[in-house]
């Protein structure tokens, strides 16, 4: 048997911990090619959290630290996977990989196209892999669905729709979720949706869109709270939501409304309101020149339905008979049970840490045996990119190209975030 790879987590949060479960899960599976070594961050009081955690489902328990220096001071680290607050997610990776340690980084993988950009030379000049840990695509219900669309099921694409509804005034998960300069909610949850869109139909051309602020004081009923009950869909961050603000000002833009352009001629309508009052919505749907595709969300496992003129509707395994040579890799297939799955019934809290197992999977593969990550630095500034392109629109006046905003040729709106970060 090989050696591990000496892997630290640096940012030990909520989003910390779930990465460390998702490790543990697929420690259990008997894939891991890691073992945690170090659990950094500049709250010891949370590294050593995660590091006690570890200790339980992992059975060894990783140094805490407080910063990158005293990782390397450890002498074996080789890979890290970034959890701490966007805005340093590029100060981070680019020090490590200046180190020579190969990188996982969350999302948005950049706070800003700038950031970036500085990341992505950073990989290029040290020849480190950078690969950012984006969850929904690999959810086998839309690895089928990327399957049937490749195999013609619905034609050839013509639209896409996404709408995300809700959420009135109440904060979403964290206070920075709101802010601006740290990551307001259209970054945060639209490079999830920019991803899956460009994964389903391409690279995105032009966007013309109109931004808001609805809500400009958000709620945070977990304040105070003594642990009766959750708000967080992953049960995880309520020990630090109960030390939050409960009434805090919101800076980012809470809601978009755009008409995407794709370069195989497809056209997304998206709305992304997150201020919404009254009934919620979620809905994604895909349209071809022979039917269309109605897609469950993301980690709830359901069943998707396939529409064509003329024909029963189909949500069951007969899905699977219109792509006889589709197959989940090797890890998704052990962690969920099945290499061709058209459905799965898990806890949500599971399925997270089995989607993020499949990261840290793909992350070894690329180490041990070379090539590069499917979300690799350049999908993930893509998805920056696009979602900036909605509030640039807005901000521009007019539609935008999704180039112009990768290349940083066009940043009205980002302005003031860059220069928060001081590049």
Known sequence: MSAKIPLAIVGCGGMGHRHMYGLAELHASGLSPFELVGACDPNLDNANSLADQALERLGTRPKAVASLEELASLGDVQAVDICTLPAHHHSVAVEAMERGWHVLCEKPVGLTTRACKLMREASERTGCILSVAENYRRDPINRLAKALLD???IGTPRLMMHNTIGGGDRMLISVWRHQKNASGVLLDVGVH?????????????SVYAQTRLHEKTRINPMAGDTGAHQISSSQIYARWQKDMPAEFEATADDASYATILFKN???????????????GMWKRALYGSLGSMDLPGDRSGRRMKLYREGEETIDDARLLDL????????????LFGGDRLFEYDLEFQLTDRKLIAVEYWELGQCIERGGQPEVDIVQGARSVALAYAWMESQQAGRAVTVEEVYEDQLNAYQAEINESMGI
């Open 323 to 334: 792509v006889p040579d589709f197959h989940l890799d090797e890890a998704t297939a052990a």
């Open 151 to 153: 195999a013609g099921a």
């Open 265 to 279: 001629g497809a056209v997304a309508q998206y709305t992304e309101d997150h201020a919404a009052r009254g009934e």
């Open 193 to 205: 949706f920019t991803d899956i869109m460009e994964f389903f139909l391409g690279d995105a051309l």
